[in-house]
Protein backbone atom coordinates (compact mmCIF):
# COMPACT_ATOMS: atom_id res chain seq x y z
CA UNK A 1 0.00 0.00 0.00
CA UNK A 2 2.99 2.37 0.29
CA UNK A 3 3.19 5.44 3.06
CA UNK A 4 0.18 6.78 3.90
CA UNK A 5 -1.76 8.71 6.42
CA UNK A 6 -5.76 7.98 6.35
CA UNK A 7 -7.01 8.64 9.90
CA UNK A 8 -3.67 11.04 11.06
CA UNK A 9 -3.48 14.84 10.75
CA UNK A 10 -0.30 16.83 9.59
CA UNK A 11 -0.20 20.88 9.89
CA UNK A 12 2.38 22.59 7.53
CA UNK A 13 3.14 26.07 8.31
CA UNK A 14 4.20 28.39 5.36
CA UNK A 15 1.88 25.83 2.63
CA UNK A 16 0.03 28.58 0.82
CA UNK A 17 2.95 28.16 -1.71
CA UNK A 18 5.85 26.94 -3.00
CA UNK A 19 7.28 24.00 -0.89
CA UNK A 20 4.63 23.87 1.88
CA UNK A 21 2.11 23.79 -0.80
CA UNK A 22 3.89 20.57 -2.56
CA UNK A 23 4.03 19.00 0.93
CA UNK A 24 0.56 19.95 1.52
CA UNK A 25 -0.74 18.32 -1.90
CA UNK A 26 1.15 14.97 -1.42
CA UNK A 27 0.02 14.08 2.11
CA UNK A 28 -3.58 14.92 1.40
CA UNK A 29 -3.30 13.07 -1.49
CA UNK A 30 -2.34 10.29 0.52
CA UNK A 31 -4.88 10.52 3.15
CA UNK A 32 -3.55 12.82 5.55
CA UNK A 33 -6.48 15.71 6.87
CA UNK A 34 -3.95 18.92 6.70
CA UNK A 35 -3.78 22.00 8.17
CA UNK A 36 -2.71 24.22 5.73
CA UNK A 37 -1.05 27.63 7.65
CA UNK A 38 -0.04 30.36 5.68
CA UNK A 39 -0.59 34.35 6.88
CA UNK A 40 -0.20 35.20 3.02
CA UNK A 41 3.17 37.12 3.65
CA UNK A 42 5.70 38.12 1.15
CA UNK A 43 8.70 37.07 1.03
CA UNK A 44 9.93 39.57 3.59
CA UNK A 45 7.76 39.11 6.26
CA UNK A 46 5.27 42.16 5.00
CA UNK A 47 2.08 41.61 4.05
CA UNK A 48 1.12 39.49 1.00
CA UNK A 49 -1.96 37.58 -0.05
CA UNK A 50 -4.21 36.49 2.61
CA UNK A 51 -6.29 34.18 0.28
CA UNK A 52 -3.42 31.74 -0.28
CA UNK A 53 -4.34 28.86 2.31
CA UNK A 54 -7.50 29.12 1.11
CA UNK A 55 -7.13 28.15 -2.47
CA UNK A 56 -4.92 25.26 -1.32
CA UNK A 57 -7.63 23.95 0.77
CA UNK A 58 -10.38 24.30 -2.20
CA UNK A 59 -7.76 22.42 -4.28
CA UNK A 60 -7.37 19.44 -1.77
CA UNK A 61 -10.77 19.44 -1.55
CA UNK A 62 -11.78 19.38 -5.26
CA UNK A 63 -9.44 16.84 -5.56
CA UNK A 64 -11.57 14.86 -2.65
CA UNK A 65 -8.67 15.32 0.34
CA UNK A 66 -9.37 16.88 4.00
CA UNK A 67 -7.86 19.89 4.35
CA UNK A 68 -8.67 23.06 6.44
CA UNK A 69 -6.91 26.62 6.52
CA UNK A 70 -4.91 28.28 8.96
CA UNK A 71 -4.13 32.16 8.85
CA UNK A 72 -2.33 32.39 12.09
CA UNK A 73 1.45 33.71 12.51
CA UNK A 74 3.87 31.40 14.05
CA UNK A 75 5.82 34.42 15.68
CA UNK A 76 3.45 33.86 18.40
CA UNK A 77 3.08 31.69 20.81
CA UNK A 78 -0.42 32.45 21.14
CA UNK A 79 -0.78 32.04 17.09
CA UNK A 80 1.31 28.81 17.49
CA UNK A 81 -1.18 27.62 19.38
CA UNK A 82 -4.33 28.18 17.77
CA UNK A 83 -2.68 26.54 14.55
CA UNK A 84 -2.57 23.63 16.72
CA UNK A 85 -5.75 23.98 18.18
CA UNK A 86 -6.93 23.86 14.70
CA UNK A 87 -6.13 20.64 13.86
CA UNK A 88 -7.63 19.34 17.39
CA UNK A 89 -11.15 21.18 16.40
CA UNK A 90 -10.99 20.21 12.93
CA UNK A 91 -10.04 16.57 12.78
CA UNK A 92 -9.47 15.40 16.68
CA UNK A 93 -6.03 14.97 16.72
CA UNK A 94 -1.97 16.24 15.35
CA UNK A 95 0.10 13.32 14.37
CA UNK A 96 2.42 15.28 12.10
CA UNK A 97 3.98 19.15 12.07
CA UNK A 98 6.18 20.36 9.34
CA UNK A 99 8.07 23.15 10.37
CA UNK A 100 7.99 25.26 6.93
CA UNK A 101 7.31 28.74 7.70
CA UNK A 102 10.00 31.03 6.48
CA UNK A 103 11.10 35.10 4.84
CA UNK A 104 14.44 36.47 4.27
CA UNK A 105 15.63 39.90 4.67
CA UNK A 106 19.08 39.37 2.81
CA UNK A 107 22.04 41.88 3.50
CA UNK A 108 25.21 41.94 4.01
CA UNK A 109 26.78 41.46 8.21
CA UNK A 110 27.82 44.90 8.61
CA UNK A 111 24.84 46.57 7.05
CA UNK A 112 22.08 44.49 8.98
CA UNK A 113 19.74 45.79 11.00
CA UNK A 114 18.44 44.68 14.41
CA UNK A 115 14.79 44.45 13.01
CA UNK A 116 16.15 42.55 9.90
CA UNK A 117 17.85 39.86 11.95
CA UNK A 118 15.18 39.89 14.65
CA UNK A 119 12.02 39.20 12.15
CA UNK A 120 14.21 36.58 10.20
CA UNK A 121 15.10 34.69 13.39
CA UNK A 122 11.83 35.05 15.14
CA UNK A 123 9.97 33.24 11.96
CA UNK A 124 12.08 30.61 11.45
CA UNK A 125 13.67 29.65 14.35
CA UNK A 126 11.15 31.52 17.27
CA UNK A 127 8.37 30.07 15.10
CA UNK A 128 9.76 26.26 15.30
CA UNK A 129 9.75 26.67 18.99
CA UNK A 130 6.50 27.61 19.29
CA UNK A 131 4.99 25.23 17.21
CA UNK A 132 7.02 22.83 18.41
CA UNK A 133 5.91 23.37 21.75
CA UNK A 134 2.46 23.31 20.65
CA UNK A 135 2.11 20.34 19.11
CA UNK A 136 3.80 18.61 21.85
CA UNK A 137 1.16 19.24 24.17
CA UNK A 138 -1.23 16.52 21.95
CA UNK A 139 1.78 14.21 20.58
CA UNK A 140 3.17 13.14 24.28
CA UNK A 141 0.01 12.58 25.84
CA UNK A 142 -1.33 10.37 22.54
CA UNK A 143 2.34 8.56 22.67
CA UNK A 144 2.94 9.47 19.13
CA UNK A 145 4.44 12.14 16.79
CA UNK A 146 6.73 13.32 14.05
CA UNK A 147 8.35 16.69 13.54
CA UNK A 148 10.22 17.99 10.24
CA UNK A 149 12.38 20.74 10.59
CA UNK A 150 13.05 22.64 7.13
CA UNK A 151 17.18 24.17 7.75
CA UNK A 152 19.07 25.27 4.60
CA UNK A 153 22.39 24.80 2.91
CA UNK A 154 23.12 28.51 4.14
CA UNK A 155 21.98 27.23 8.09
CA UNK A 156 24.53 24.26 6.98
CA UNK A 157 27.46 25.79 5.34
CA UNK A 158 27.25 29.74 5.40
CA UNK A 159 26.28 32.10 2.83
CA UNK A 160 26.80 35.42 1.73
CA UNK A 161 24.19 38.05 3.02
CA UNK A 162 22.42 35.52 4.96
CA UNK A 163 23.82 35.55 8.30
CA UNK A 164 20.57 35.96 9.83
CA UNK A 165 18.68 33.29 7.82
CA UNK A 166 21.95 30.80 8.45
CA UNK A 167 21.81 31.38 12.04
CA UNK A 168 18.21 30.93 12.64
CA UNK A 169 18.20 27.51 10.34
CA UNK A 170 21.32 26.15 11.87
CA UNK A 171 19.32 27.00 15.08
CA UNK A 172 17.15 24.15 14.01
CA UNK A 173 19.58 21.76 13.90
CA UNK A 174 20.22 21.95 17.96
CA UNK A 175 16.07 22.45 18.42
CA UNK A 176 15.48 19.00 16.20
CA UNK A 177 18.52 16.69 18.00
CA UNK A 178 17.21 17.92 21.90
CA UNK A 179 13.67 16.97 20.68
CA UNK A 180 14.53 13.89 19.34
CA UNK A 181 16.39 12.97 22.59
CA UNK A 182 13.51 14.20 24.72
CA UNK A 183 10.84 13.14 22.56
CA UNK A 184 12.08 9.19 22.42
CA UNK A 185 10.29 7.89 25.25
CA UNK A 186 6.86 9.10 24.11
CA UNK A 187 6.90 7.79 20.29
CA UNK A 188 8.00 11.23 18.60
CA UNK A 189 10.66 11.38 16.20
CA UNK A 190 12.25 14.60 15.35
CA UNK A 191 14.56 14.83 11.93
CA UNK A 192 15.12 17.90 9.51
CA UNK A 193 15.49 18.21 6.19
CA UNK A 194 17.43 20.65 3.97
CA UNK A 195 15.97 21.23 0.53
CA UNK A 196 17.34 22.60 -2.12
CA UNK A 197 14.72 23.49 -4.81
CA UNK A 198 13.34 26.57 -7.36
CA UNK A 199 10.91 28.56 -4.77
CA UNK A 200 10.24 32.03 -4.57
CA UNK A 201 12.99 32.15 -1.79
CA UNK A 202 15.71 30.73 -4.01
CA UNK A 203 14.72 32.06 -7.86
CA UNK A 204 16.91 34.90 -7.38
CA UNK A 205 19.62 33.28 -5.47
CA UNK A 206 20.46 30.25 -7.04
CA UNK A 207 20.12 31.66 -10.82
CA UNK A 208 19.52 29.21 -13.88
CA UNK A 209 20.60 26.33 -11.84
CA UNK A 210 17.27 26.55 -9.91
CA UNK A 211 15.22 25.52 -13.48
CA UNK A 212 16.60 22.34 -12.99
CA UNK A 213 15.54 22.13 -8.88
CA UNK A 214 11.62 21.32 -8.92
CA UNK A 215 10.01 21.36 -5.18
CA UNK A 216 8.39 17.19 -6.36
CA UNK A 217 11.81 16.31 -5.81
CA UNK A 218 11.94 17.40 -1.79
CA UNK A 219 8.72 16.13 -1.32
CA UNK A 220 9.29 12.20 -0.61
CA UNK A 221 11.81 13.08 1.89
CA UNK A 222 9.43 15.02 4.04
CA UNK A 223 6.56 12.45 3.44
CA UNK A 224 9.03 9.87 4.70
CA UNK A 225 10.12 11.85 7.69
CA UNK A 226 6.95 12.78 8.65
CA UNK A 227 5.42 9.07 8.31
CA UNK A 228 4.87 5.97 10.68
CA UNK A 229 7.38 4.08 8.40
CA UNK A 230 10.62 6.59 9.39
CA UNK A 231 12.29 4.95 12.30
CA UNK A 232 15.41 7.47 12.26
CA UNK A 233 15.32 10.40 14.44
CA UNK A 234 18.03 13.29 15.11
CA UNK A 235 18.53 13.16 11.59
CA UNK A 236 19.57 15.47 8.74
CA UNK A 237 18.92 14.74 5.41
CA UNK A 238 19.70 17.00 2.13
CA UNK A 239 17.48 16.79 -0.68
CA UNK A 240 17.92 18.31 -3.82
CA UNK A 241 17.19 17.65 -7.56
CA UNK A 242 16.61 13.66 -6.76
CA UNK A 243 19.63 13.64 -4.92
CA UNK A 244 18.63 12.30 -1.20
CA UNK A 245 21.66 12.46 1.42
CA UNK A 246 22.31 12.22 5.18
CA UNK A 247 24.12 15.71 6.50
CA UNK A 248 26.78 14.82 9.69
CA UNK A 249 28.22 16.15 12.29
CA UNK A 250 31.18 14.60 13.45
CA UNK A 251 34.59 14.91 14.91
CA UNK A 252 37.76 14.02 13.60
CA UNK A 253 39.84 10.89 16.21
CA UNK A 254 42.05 14.21 16.81
CA UNK A 255 45.16 14.23 18.53
CA UNK A 256 45.60 13.48 22.48
CA UNK A 257 48.01 15.70 24.05
CA UNK A 258 50.99 14.10 26.15
CA UNK A 259 50.42 16.47 28.62
CA UNK A 260 47.71 18.32 31.12
CA UNK A 261 48.71 21.26 30.05
CA UNK A 262 49.84 21.62 26.17
CA UNK A 263 50.31 25.39 24.45
CA UNK A 264 49.20 26.76 21.15
CA UNK A 265 52.32 25.91 19.81
CA UNK A 266 51.61 22.33 19.95
CA UNK A 267 48.19 22.95 18.97
CA UNK A 268 49.81 24.25 15.62
CA UNK A 269 52.27 21.43 15.48
CA UNK A 270 49.44 19.12 15.49
CA UNK A 271 47.19 20.79 13.45
CA UNK A 272 47.06 17.96 11.09
CA UNK A 273 46.72 15.27 13.43
CA UNK A 274 43.49 17.16 14.82
CA UNK A 275 42.22 17.87 11.56
CA UNK A 276 42.56 14.72 9.61
CA UNK A 277 39.09 13.59 8.85
CA UNK A 278 39.62 10.02 7.26
CA UNK A 279 38.42 8.53 10.38
CA UNK A 280 35.42 10.27 12.50
CA UNK A 281 33.57 9.69 14.89
CA UNK A 282 29.73 10.77 14.83
CA UNK A 283 28.13 11.64 18.10
CA UNK A 284 23.89 11.55 18.92
CA UNK A 285 24.02 13.35 21.91
CA UNK A 286 26.22 15.12 24.68
CA UNK A 287 26.46 12.25 26.40
CA UNK A 288 27.91 9.99 23.50
CA UNK A 289 30.22 12.91 22.84
CA UNK A 290 31.47 12.41 26.51
CA UNK A 291 31.46 8.80 26.38
CA UNK A 292 34.03 8.91 23.13
CA UNK A 293 36.30 11.63 25.06
CA UNK A 294 36.76 9.35 27.57
CA UNK A 295 37.68 6.19 25.56
CA UNK A 296 40.03 8.32 24.15
CA UNK A 297 41.63 9.55 27.17
CA UNK A 298 41.39 6.11 28.47
CA UNK A 299 39.40 7.17 31.67
Not at 199 to 220: A, I, Y
Amino acid sequence: MGVRFEGQVVVITGSGAGLGRSYALEFASRGAAVVVNDPGSAVDGSDGEPAVADQVVELIRSLGGKAVASYESVVTEAGADAIVETAVNEFGRLDALVNNAGILRDRALHNMTTDEWQGVVDVHLGGAFHMTRAALKIMRPQGYGRVVYATSNAGLFGNFGQSNYAAAKAGLLGLSRVLAIEGERYGIASNVVAPVARTRMTEDVLGEFVQRLGPESVVPMVVFLASKECDRTGRVYSAAGGRYSEVITGLTTGWVASTAAPGPEDIAANLPSIEDNQGYLLPRSVFDELAQIKAALAL
